[in-house]
């Protein structure tokens, strides 16, 4: 009497729901055919961070990590409403400077003319909107490139900071909490809160993402890596949390430095906020339609000029708040704030962290990538002695011309393959 083997088969994948080497090749096709995303700055910034380690160990100090949020908060923020301008393809080349004149009205809304700091806050912001809603007009009813708008913005906003400053005068801000905002941290214990939150909310929204669209029978990511994704944000956060908390005064027993910065929250927060809106509102998907089509999202009905203008105030709004952590890291406003290199390295973030300059492709979380390289240019080269700023241009503005010649490249082969 002879059996016959019973070949035990895997079980076959949910509906829509394709295996992990078969997610991997698509992922590598992707890439293959100008689909990189953030891909090239997480590899600067794995480059960069070791070259940084090895010729200078203190790099890696708990107090150097802790500066590199702070040093690229505003440029980041600033980065992060460049964005939404950028998707449209137009330009803002006045956002440094408007961050600068809303940070001038915080100082004297809350210095000179002694209001709450909550008010001070409040006009800096809407001034910040009111400005982008005239560029915006300027470019989308008037018809003027973005361009030409926006530089002769660059040259009015300086003008207009001078004046607010009384033609050099430097305005302290004084209230305490503006000043915490980019110089106290929070508490060891409410740092780790504040991870495990941030990780049970992703954990919570990748998941239920990922049931809702197996129920549907729609394509989805495997499983696995959605768990690798959540394991992969825990370990970050946790990593970076730990080291936060480590006390980074050289007189600890007498004045303690220790916890996350209170600005990385903000930015997380606006991060998330900003994210949802691109990707999970209408309002972000038309952005994206103008930004890919102008012409042909109009005759899909949807309100061009609307959303063009609105980018504008978005980044004009952001770069308020940009300036607002400036002001609080200077602890004063004075007319150099928002110029220098603010704008450089802001537009430089974004399309470093891989958002195109013709728009119709991008993240929020480009900005953040973006403007984490810069930061890690601008320490790392200041630790290992080149305090030049002549060093400092050379080498961002060759890390830019690197990142639009991958994103031109990208466009290339995206536009030979078929993809987008």
């Not at 009015?156 to 305005?171: D, P, S, W």
């Not at 495990?196 to 990748?206: L, N, P, R, S």
């Not at 220098?340 to 399309?351: K, T």
Request: glycine content about 12%.
């Amino acid at each position: 009497m002879t059996t016959t083997a019973v070949r035990r088969e895997d079980p076959p994948a949910a509906p829509g729901t394709p295996t992990v080497r078969s997610y991997l090749r698509t992922t590598l096709s992707r890439i293959r055919a100008g689909d990189v995303g953030g891909l090239p700055a997480v590899l600067g910034l794995v480059v960069l961070g070791t070259v940084f380690s090895i010729m200078r160990p203190s790099f890696l100090s708990a107090g150097n990590f802790a500066n590199l949020f702070t040093q690229g908060a505003a440029v980041t923020l600033i980065a992060m409403g460049l964005v939404f301008v950028l998707l449209v393809g137009e330009i803002d080349l006045s956002a440094g400077f408007a961050s600068g004149v809303c940070a001038a009205v915080l100082a004297n809304v809350a210095t000179v003319l002694g209001y709450p700091w909550w008010i001070a806050v409040l006009a800096a912001i809407v001034t910040g909107a009111v400005i982008g809603t005239v560029l915006g007009v300027l470019v989308t009813k008037v018809g003027i490139p973005s361009f030409v708008v926006t530089l002769a913005g660059f040259l009015a906003f300086q003008g207009i900071v001078l004046m607010l400053m009384k033609e050099g005068r430097n305005i302290s801000v004084r209230d305490d909490v503006l000043l915490a905002i980019a110089n106290r941290n929070l508490s060891p214990a409410l740092g780790w809160l504040l991870a495990a939150v941030a990780i049970t909310g992703f954990g919570a929204v990748q998941l239920l993402r990922h049931r809702n669209r197996v129920a549907r029978g729609l394509v989805t990511d495997p499983i696995a890596v959605v768990a690798a994704r959540i394991a992969g944000l825990a370990v970050l956060l946790g990593i970076a949390v730990f080291v936060l908390n480590l006390e980074r005064s050289r007189t600890g027993l007498v004045v303690s430095l220790r916890g996350v910065p209170v600005v990385v929250p903000i930015m997380a927060a606006l991060l998330v906020l900003l994210t949802f809106v691109l990707q999970r509102t209408s309002y972000g998907r038309h952005i994206y339609a103008v930004g890919g089509n102008k012409e042909a999202a109009r005759r899909a009905g949807i309100d061009v000029d609307r959303i063009r203008i609105s980018v504008f105030v978005v980044c004009s709004s952001m770069a308020a708040v940009g300036g607002i952590v400036a002001a609080s890291r200077a602890n004063s406003v004075d007319p150099n704030t928002g110029g220098s290199n603010v704008l450089l390295y802001a537009v430089g973030a974004a399309v470093i962290g891989g958002t195109s300059l013709f728009g119709g492709k991008g993240r929020v979380l480009d900005a953040v990538l973006g403007g984490a390289v810069v930061a890690v240019i601008d320490n790392g080269m200041g630790l290992m002695g080149y305090n030049s700023a002549g060093v400092k241009y050379v080498v961002t503005g060759v890390v830019l011309l690197l990142a639009a010649s991958v994103d031109a490249i990208s466009r290339r082969r995206s536009s030979t393959t078929g993809a987008r």
